[in-house]
């Protein structure tokens, strides 16, 4: 579904800012505009989260390295489309999809789902400046996907990384020997046991780090189709999360508290989504419902209504 005339003006309105604020936090404003348009928000709803989210932001008219790589690949964009753009860009960005807890990967599929230029061309320079691959990318088939977490909780539930944002975290967890000796790839990964095992961690413990696993997935299956090889594409998404999963070991040493959730049609349920005040929320809803019309898995529907009973929307 297109976007609406006013989304695509507010995302527009919105480059005037910078993709972070206070010292690293990620800019979710243009990906919850289009998480807000495309689950059926009024245009009231929509001016009201700009005026209210902007608040927060900070100017990007002194980032001048910024703005120089954001023009150079919207002229790019103007010269090759944005198809040949990202097919260019791509290849050489996917070894760091956990890039700012994988912001700069979502905030570029949601742009692609805007098709506005000027966005797309932030989003790739976002991720261009925040480029940081993690571990030597490496196959194994010494354990599958399953195993691979089970072990990493075994050796690094009691650890602690001190980092105060996710992303510095990744970067931690990737220098500990124990997320090394672990952090091959499974040789028989495949998107669809990626995605299961990526919902049961998020189901089991409800933790805001494993919650991008699955907006990130989201995205990653939106720009698949820019990815000139899906298998080694998936090998560096599967090390991402691996990686950020590894910082988040210790919650699955305390049994997290399930709300009593309402059972309630996709319309409904991405209806009352619109009506968080948190764009975590709002996008993990939009993922679920996104992902589910291609792999209708119920665990999708019942974390989308267990954050509804959480927030009492």
């Not at 990906?31 to 990007?60: K, P, S, W």
Request: a neutral charge; aromatic letters at 10%.
């Amino acid at each position: 579904m297109k976007l609406s005339l006013l989304t695509n003006e507010l995302i527009s309105t919105g480059l005037k800012f910078q993709p972070t604020y206070q010292k690293g936090l990620t800019n979710h404003l243009p990906m919850t505009l289009v998480a807000l348009d495309q689950m059926g928000a009024e245009d009231e709803r929509l001016l009201g989260f700009y005026h209210q989210y902007i608040t927060q932001l900070e100017n990007v008219a002194r980032n001048d390295a910024f703005l120089s790589q954001a023009n150079k690949i919207e002229q790019l964009i103007e010269r090759s489309g944005i198809d040949a753009t990202l097919q260019q860009y791509l290849p050489k960005l996917i070894a760091s999809f956990a890039s700012q807890a994988f912001h700069c990967l979502i905030r570029l599929a949601y742009a692609v789902k805007s098709q506005q230029p000027r966005e797309i061309a932030y989003s790739l320079a976002y991720w261009e400046q925040n480029y940081r691959p993690l571990a030597p990318l490496a196959t194994t088939d010494s354990y599958n996907a399953a195993e691979q977490l089970k072990q990493l909780t075994q050796v690094l539930s009691t650890a602690s990384f001190h980092a105060d944002n996710i992303s510095e975290r990744i970067n931690e967890v990737t220098k500990h020997p124990n997320y090394l000796k672990l952090a091959a790839v499974p040789c028989d990964i495949t998107l669809e046991s990626a995605l299961q095992l990526i919902i049961k961690q998020y189901k089991t413990t409800n933790d805001f780090t494993l919650l991008h696993g699955i907006t990130a997935l989201h995205a990653f299956i939106e720009l698949s189709p820019y990815f000139s090889d899906q298998t080694t594409a998936l090998h560096w998404f599967w090390q991402s999360y691996t990686a950020a999963f590894a910082t988040a070991c210790h919650v699955f040493n305390h049994k997290s508290s399930q709300t009593s959730a309402p059972h309630l049609s996709w319309l409904e349920t991405l209806s009352r989504g619109s009506l968080s005040h948190n764009d975590h929320t709002i996008k993990l809803i939009y993922s679920c419902s996104e992902i589910y019309k291609r792999y209708p898995f119920a665990e999708l529907k019942q974390i989308a209504h267990q954050r509804i009973a959480q927030e009492g929307l």
